[in-house]
């Protein structure tokens, strides 16, 4: 179990610093406090104000998402909305989730049944039967990378795709590359429309050709790169931009049983940055998504929806993150 | 001068509730707190704590637009901002600037010298000094309807003007309309391109022509709609969506100097909801952006960026408020 102790061996001060962040004392800093704070939630220390009933609650629901262990996908976005939640005194449970289940009760039966006041759904696909009743819903709720139209109520949060795709694609130009290929996600997200639409216009906008022979859609899992990456390189491609990290991870494991070198043949790029994006090799280059800030921005939006503030979309900046996997292009002979 | 009694009649509570609500007592709930200090703010009632020096300083830098009095654009905006800084205990300063002022001393110079820990930008033009600034800023910084890209310390706070436009259009094919111009504002404004997408994105959508005949551009003034009024209707248009609210005005004007009887023979729709879209006659049809929240969600993302968290874009909302300006398309003779 997580001690004080061991909470203030991690952030290097006295484990009295420590208890008085935690018990609100008012002789320590904003600033050191909110460490504090942040870092017994992250190592999983429990306070006894966290221990006690509080009429404030929020739910988050987790489908189709690895979340248990630091390096899924899902764990720093709980992490950063509890972290940011708790700060205001809400409490959070976490809650997976399942179509099966979610035929079981309505939406917003569900969530007045358990008093909560808000909710934050991460992973969920468009066809589950929750999105529909989100278009009437009352609760405030927030979606990760999903959008309902009109309803002042739900709000969308995710990463600006625009601005991802487009740091990618100067990135790859400033190497000389102009047959830039898209290898994209499952075909019924607005996540994988968002990205292809950023592709096209970033293209125009730097005055190169859309290709469609260089445009294919797989789902967002290693595999689907078995499909496409031997047709697209016969396309012509120099490098490859992927509409997720495992598919790009798919794409250098086909190189490597094709025997394309990387990156002095290919270049490919990822979105999201997985931990796996890092120990692959060559190491990928990838848009990162950060994610604890993807957590505290949810909250912050539902914090504003129960105000009744009508958000209906926040944004974060991605980061290009240059590794081993890109490189100049190959001079043709 | 307001005091504590006005408050409590405003509110129809009790001078010792307003009170607690202003000396953060904890024996009143922390909705009616918050709502005594949202009115006293409104009502310009000042507490000892306000007049407290703080170390926590905000800036909001107006340009171009009227704010002093409750019917002016920027007041609302202003107001909302101020009310949700105030509850975290931040000061708020408001500069009225101009393009000189700001040639004067660069933007991050100006911040750190007075203090600020970050900036709200409203009404600024993409050709002001402190425009180019922005895209190296190391300040937390929100625009309202200008984007920067790529910096993680500047976000773009706004309305949706893609669901603004569509809930529009939608409300005018319902009428039967299809001959729907776009009177659109200056064309140096990321607001005017957003709309004008907006615009090709949901005609599209529905499945009708994109008219370039139908579709001017002027500026954000009454005046614009002189040139340009006649030439849409010639046109064939049967309504006319407007830019702004004002240019919205512009064309009622000049269709009562033409006799052409509104909404009869024209519908025509503003965007903003500004107070004159109620007075006029016709009452204006329009797309409403509510200030008070956009201030409040001002104040959230520039909460956040201080806190590190990289907010690209955060909107809200668009509500059609439907009023007279708009009727069912007269049936071709």
Redesign the interface.
Known sequence: MVTIKDIANRLGIAPSTVSKGLNDANDISPDLKKLVLDTAIEMGYVTKKMKKETHKRLCLFIENMQYEHPQDFGFDIILGFRQAAIRDDWEVHIVPITPILQLREPYDRYMMRNNYHGGFLVGFALRDPWMNQLETTTIPTVLFDNCI??N?NVAYIGT?SF?GI??AIEHLIALGHTKIALLNGSPDSMITTDRYNAYVSSMQSHGLPVDESLVAHGHYVEESAKYHTASLIKSGATAILCGNDLLAIGVIKECRRMHVKLPQELSVIGFDNIPAAETISPALTTISQ?RV?LG??SF??L??LI?K?????????P?LIVRESTAQVRTSL
Not at 309 to 317: D, E, G
């Open positions: 139209r009109k002042p600006d601005e487009d740091i950060d800030d505290r921005n912050a939006a914090y504003w105000a503030v009508p958000i209906s979309k926040s944004l974060l900046r980061e």
